[in-house]
C-alpha cells in the first residue's frame, strides 16, 4: 500500500523555521522524484520545491533562498527546511511523488505563520 505522510507543521511566528519531513512507503522511493506543493486557503495548490532522483534541486521563485529539500533515500524520507518564514507561507504543505504517470500524494501537514 502506498503512503506519503507529512509531519513537523505547526504554529511559528514570522521570521521562524520549520522542518518538514514526509515518510513515504509502498513505492520504491528512490526512483521517483519528490516535490513539495502548498495550498493555502482561497487559492490554487502551488509548487514550492522538486527534487529529482538524482538530487538536483529546484524552487519557486518565492522561498528561494529561505527554504531547502532535500531527501534521504535510506530511510524514504523527503525533507522541507523552511527558514525565514513569512505570513504569506501558511498553508497546507503537501508531498508528491511522481515517476512517468505514476504519483501520489500525502494528505498535507498545516503550517501557520503568525505576524
Known amino acids: 500500500q502506498v503512503q506519503l505522510v507529512e509531519s513537523g507543521g505547526g504554529l511559528v511566528q514570522a521570521g521562524g523555521s520549520l522542518r518538514l519531513s514526509c515518510a513515504a512507503s509502498g513505492f520504491l522511493f528512490s526512483a521517483y522524484t519528490m516535490a513539495w506543493y502548498r495550498q493555502a486557503p482561497g487559492k490554487q495548490r502551488e509548487l514550492v520545491a522538486t527534487?529529482?532522483?538524482?538530487?538536483?534541486?529546484n524552487y519557486a521563485d518565492f522561498v528561494k533562498g529561505r527554504f531547502t529539500v532535500s531527501r534521504d533515500n535510506a530511510k524514504n524520507t523527503v525533507y522541507l527546511q523552511m527558514n525565514s518564514l513569512e505570513p504569506e507561507d501558511t498553508a497546507t504543505y503537501y508531498c508528491?511523488?511522481?515517476?512517468?504517470?505514476?504519483?501520489?500524494w500525502g494528505p498535507g501537514t498545516q503550517v501557520t505563520v503568525s505576524s
Open positions: 508528491r511523488g511522481s515517476k512517468w504517470s505514476n504519483e501520489y
Open positions: 527534487i529529482t532522483t538524482g538530487a538536483s534541486t
